[in-house]
């Protein structure tokens, strides 16, 4: 095969990138992935509890990317969930957002929306805004971890035939030869096309620097959003969950003047761990139906540091650390405890209305590994909230520390994803465009659009 266009990684992004490809007519396609074919991956961190390290990781690598064992919410607003509306305009990215849902839809999605504009919508905003509270306006479809992958694995069957993706191949290096893009493999093959495709995901953000620094392309320095999982009974957040499903809440902390907000609201879910470069994180996740008695959500501070400091990600990847090296794992707390000024233990939160979710985390103080700014932030956002959704600020609540969402450093790229260097694309979480499943794959489609015009043009 001579390949009309290379994509890097099998995300959401290079998926959605193929599919858009193959219906402009293109059908030179080949994706390379360093991860394993959809039902080959096994993750022991989701499964046991216990992280085996493996290389490349289950979790994240693999047919889907991250967004096979994600939480499959699909956030249908250009507000969240990326930046590609910087690039392109809320205009354009709102009609991309809608191909990209339609096209989930055709792969078996779920047709409940949740978040549409209506008298409950507007009633909560209302009482949102009285209690100091913004709420973002997000239609939200969720699919559930066990539909999301069922979704991607029937995108699979239909892209198979089509197109050809090589599992287990690690790109190593990129390089341009004679006008065209190559790429060679661990195992030392080189393929060359025209056209690249860079979506090699969150965790691919280093190799890609390291890629295209040597390439001429410079990139931008990212804030890092700190904070933690909160967890309470289902019925504390039914009101807001029943009808949002996921609502954005924006708090301006009055001590700090720092924006507080929520995120990744998961309504009988589960609090997980995540593990990346050595580091336990949490995250969360609900299949959709049945669960889980508890609901948990993120609460996040944003920090855009300035000069003379530029390493967000070593700054979030230290305060994490921190929580590691206090108790082995990532830390559980009752709000209670944490206002006493004392640590939380297992009788303590036996005595509590919450059996934690996360059997794995272990009780412990938050205030030693989170700075003064954010526990302050945090408890200030929950006093709001509370107003809202009465008991969400009660002792009995959990948190879990600490979460930390990095931004990918973003290369220079212009609205089209295209570096500077000709017929280089990048897309993706990766790229730093996109922070959820609907944006990477709206950047996927919006780069092979481009591909796919420069190709006939
Ligand atoms: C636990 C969890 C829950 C989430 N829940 C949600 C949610 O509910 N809703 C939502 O919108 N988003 C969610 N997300 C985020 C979502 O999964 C990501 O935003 C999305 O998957 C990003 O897509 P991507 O294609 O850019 O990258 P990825 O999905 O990360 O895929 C990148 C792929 O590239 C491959 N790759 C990397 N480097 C190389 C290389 N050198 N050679 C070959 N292959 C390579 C990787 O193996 C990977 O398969 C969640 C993420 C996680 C981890």
């Known amino acids: 095969m001579k390949p009309e266009v290379i994509i890097v990684g099998a995300g959401p992004a290079g998926i959605f990138a193929a599919l858009e490809l193959l219906e402009r007519g ?3 396609v080949l994706i390379l992935e360093k991860g394993p074919p959809l039902d080959k991956r096994c993750c022991f961190l989701r499964d046991t509890g216990r992280c085996r390290q493996c290389e490349p990781c289950n979790l994240l690598s693999g047919w889907g990317g991250a967004g096979a064992f994600s939480d499959g919410k699909l956030t249908l607003s250009p507000q969240v969930g990326g930046f590609l509306g910087d690039l ?43 209690a100091g ?25 239909y892209l198979k ?36 495709l860079l979506a090699p995901g969150r965790e691919g953000n280093r190799w890609l620097k390291d890629q295209l620094i040597p390439l001429g392309v410079s990139f931008e320095t990212n804030p890092v959003d700190v904070g933690v999982r909160v967890e309470v009974p289902a019925e504390v957040m039914e009101e807001v969950t029943s009808v949002a499903y996921e609502a954005k809440l924006l708090f301006n902390a009055p001590t700090f003047d720092d924006e507080v ?17 050595g580091l336990y994180t949490v995250n969360g996740h609900s299949q959709g139906q049945g669960g ?10 944003r920090t855009a540091f300035t000069q003379p400091f530029d390493s967000p990600v070593a700054y979030g990847e230290y305060l994490a650390r921190l929580a590691n090296l206090l108790v082995g794992t990532v830390i559980v707390q009752r709000l209670g405890d944490l206002k006493m000024g004392r640590r939380s233990t297992s009788e303590r ?20 590994a989170l700075p003064y700014r954010y526990l302050i932030d945090i408890l200030e956002m929950l006093e709001a909230m509370d107003k809202v959704v009465p008991g969400v600020n009660s002792r009995h609540t959990l948190l879990y520390g600490v979460e930390v969402k990095f931004y990918s450093l973003r290369p220079q790229m212009n609205e089209s994803l295209e570096t500077p260097i000709p017929g280089l694309f990048v897309a993706g979480d990766g790229a730093g465009v996109s922070r959820g499943l609907i944006q990477a794959a709206a950047s996927g489609l919006l780069a092979a659009r481009a591909m796919g015009d420069g190709v006939r043009g």
């Open 88 to 130: 392109v305009g809320g205009e354009r990215l709102e009609s991309l957002i809608q191909e990209v849902d339609q096209r989930f839809l055709e792969f078996g999605a779920p047709s409940r929306v949740y978040g549409l504009p209506g008298d409950a919508m507007e009633a909560l905003a209302k009482r949102c805004v009285q």
């Open 349 to 368: 939160i036996k005595r509590g209305l919450i059996e934690p979710t996360l059997a794995e985390a272990v009780p412990g103080d938050l205030s030693f």
């Open 292 to 301: 889980t008695p508890y609901t948990n959500f993120a609460l996040l501070v």
């Open 261 to 277: 907000r929520t995120f990744c609201m998961c309504p009988h879910g589960e609090v997980v761990m995540e593990y990346r470069s």
């Open 161 to 196: 035939d089509r197109v050809e993706v090589v599992f287990n191949c690690p790109v190593e290096a990129v390089k341009l030869v004679d006008g065209y893009k190559e790429v060679i493999t661990s195992s030392g093959e080189a393929y060359r096309a025209p056209y690249l």
């Open 26 to 28: 293109m059908k030179e």
């Open 133 to 157: 509270l913004h709420m973002v306006p997000v239609p939200v479809r969720p699919m559930g971890t066990h539909r999301c992958s069922q979704v991607l694995a029937a995108i699979f069957h």
